[in-house]
């Protein structure tokens, strides 16, 4: 399959890039714009035919090149003469019809050989020629169809096509089933509208009676401090009414100078004791006697002060070292440096687990649940919702990746049929999500506890904002889904059948497209 086409100063092409994509490219645009001249090019490129009225005005040199999905690369160029490269392999010298034998090895577009060397191009139609051997007499078609290998494949395509279409028509009636059984579950489900109401009124009374209850508790503090006030301002009174006929103290003149002089006192009487009982001890000792000339005997003293010293020092030195014994060998260290990091680890996870306790010590016993199957149903119906969502968000991630399509014509009859098809999925998925809601109801607790209650309008909450943005996700969806279709009605009503030329029945075709078919249906 070609993946791209560039053409290089080909007649009305100064510079065109073409990426077809998978399955039926369709170019559409007015009039000598140059939309024949692209077939034309692969003609040339598959041919190598007459192309000397194929450069465009003022150039010297023109080319197509074609890259294929099994990475084949094949460019035609001409200068003065033409010529090719093939994957890298240069092929010049070619007389006008003379083509390499690897061309038609990478692009598989050769024209048919019959039995009297006739030949029959497949792959090519212009704008002007009659429809594929419509033209032609039963002779010629009766060659064709001898010396061609595909016609058991075209019968076999037919044969696929019909069974496909039966299957479509199967799944066509089932949907139509499972519609009417789901419209009368959403009959039967009318009544959850009103229990949705009623149960929005109980909650907001629950809310006021919590509110009143929290006001009731601050007012009783309240009172509980005024009557504390109330008993103290009566202990006061009494006081102030025993304390009432006494007279007021003399006034006192400053004592601190007083104080200084007693503190000055008290520490001369101090002195003065230390000084007589210092006296007394000296009276009792005889006056020294004359001292000789020292400096003799204090070198003496001095020399053997120092060798005491040294003594000592060396003496201290032989008792430690006498107790010191020879060094051990020393061992490989790895293990004890494995046995630290351990240890170090193990510390880290002992700290991790005390604080984990303590965080457990902390924490309440969990409130006992009165239905765990409910809640586990209910828990399966929301990862299935996340599921469903991650499988929307790649689709339309994946949608948001196709180009931009052509301008299309009015598709009314078959945007109708599709308004349709997208109102049916839309009213499935609403009462697919209403029925898995509904079986995770339980019966409401007392109002004295709340915890389940809040646990469930939680879960509520989470599951209708999820349950929006699918349904957002949808409308994305449909709306890219109406501007492809309209782009197929578009190419459909434009194209002729590759297999017979008729013309293609646009409803038809968005019809098994829309079923998962890429057979066409003629008019």
């Not at 073409?18 to 041919?47: D, F, M, R």
């Not at 601050?218 to 006061?236: C, Y």
């Not at 006034?251 to 101090?270: F, M, T």
């Amino acid at each position: 399959m070609i993946t791209r086409i560039e053409l290089t100063n080909f007649m009305s092409h100064a510079k065109t890039v073409i990426e077809p994509a998978a399955g039926l490219t369709v170019l559409v645009g007015p009039n000598n714009v140059g939309k024949s001249a692209i077939v034309a090019a692969l003609q040339i490129l598959c041919h190598n035919e007459n192309s000397t009225y194929v450069m465009r005005h003022g150039e010297r040199e023109c080319s197509v090149s074609v890259r294929t999905d099994d990475e084949h690369l094949v460019e035609w160029k001409r200068r003065n003469s033409p010529s090719y490269v093939i994957d890298g392999q240069i092929f010049d010298r070619l007389r006008s019809g003379g083509i390499p034998e690897e061309l038609h090895q990478a692009l598989r577009l050769p024209r048919v050989n019959a039995s009297n060397d006739e030949e029959f191009d497949i792959h090519f139609g212009t704008q002007k020629s009659p429809i594929f051997l419509l033209g032609n007499s039963g002779t010629v078609a009766a060659r064709f169809f001898a010396s061609s290998s595909d016609a058991i494949r075209l019968v076999m395509v037919q044969k696929r096509h019909k069974e496909k279409l039966s299957e479509a028509q199967r799944e066509k009636n089932r949907l139509e089933g499972e519609s009417r059984q789901l419209n009368a579950e959403l009959e039967m489900l009318e009544p959850i509208v009103d229990i949705n109401d009623r149960l929005e009124t109980i909650e907001r009374e629950y809310e006021e009676l919590l509110q009143l209850a929290a006001w009731l508790d601050k007012a009783e503090v309240q009172v509980a401090v005024l009557t504390e006030h109330a008993a103290r301002l009566i202990q006061f009174t009494v006081q102030a009414d025993i304390l009432s006929p006494l007279i007021a103290p003399p006034i006192l003149p400053p004592i601190v100078q007083l104080e200084k002089l007693i503190a000055k006192l008290e520490e001369d009487n101090r002195n003065v004791e230390s000084t007589a009982s210092r006296v007394d001890v000296y009276s009792t000792i005889s006056p020294p006697p004359k001292m000789a000339t020292v400096d003799v005997i204090q070198t003496l003293i001095v020399a053997i002060e120092r060798t005491e010293v040294q003594v000592n020092a060396a003496n201290l030195e032989v008792a430690v070292l006498s107790v010191l014994s020879f060094p051990p060998v020393l061992h490989d260290l790895t293990p004890l440096s494995r046995l630290a990091e351990n240890s170090a680890r193990f510390s880290n996870e002992v700290a991790s687990g005390t604080e984990k306790c303590r965080s457990f010590v902390r924490l309440t016993t969990p409130p006992t649940l009165t239905d765990t199957e409910s809640l586990g149903q209910f828990i399966n119906r929301i990862e299935t919702s996340a599921d469903e969502l991650d499988i929307a968000r790649v689709r339309n991630e994946n949608l948001q990746l196709l180009a931009t399509p052509p301008e299309i014509e009015d598709v009314e009859v078959f945007r109708g049929l599709l308004s349709s098809m997208v109102r049916t999925t839309k009213q499935l998925a609403y009462l697919e999500s209403q029925l898995g809601s509904l079986t995770t109801l339980i019966a409401p607790v007392p109002p004295t506890v709340t915890s389940s209650l809040e646990t469930f309008t939680a879960q509520l909450e989470e599951a209708i904002r999820r349950e929006q943005g699918c349904k957002n996700e949808l409308t994305i969806a449909e709306v890219e889904l109406a501007t492809v279709t309209n782009e197929l009605r578009s190419q459909a009503a434009q194209s002729h059948c590759r297999l017979c030329g008729s013309m293609l029945n646009p409803d038809q075709v968005i019809a098994r497209a829309a079923a998962g078919f890429g057979v066409h249906e003629h008019e």
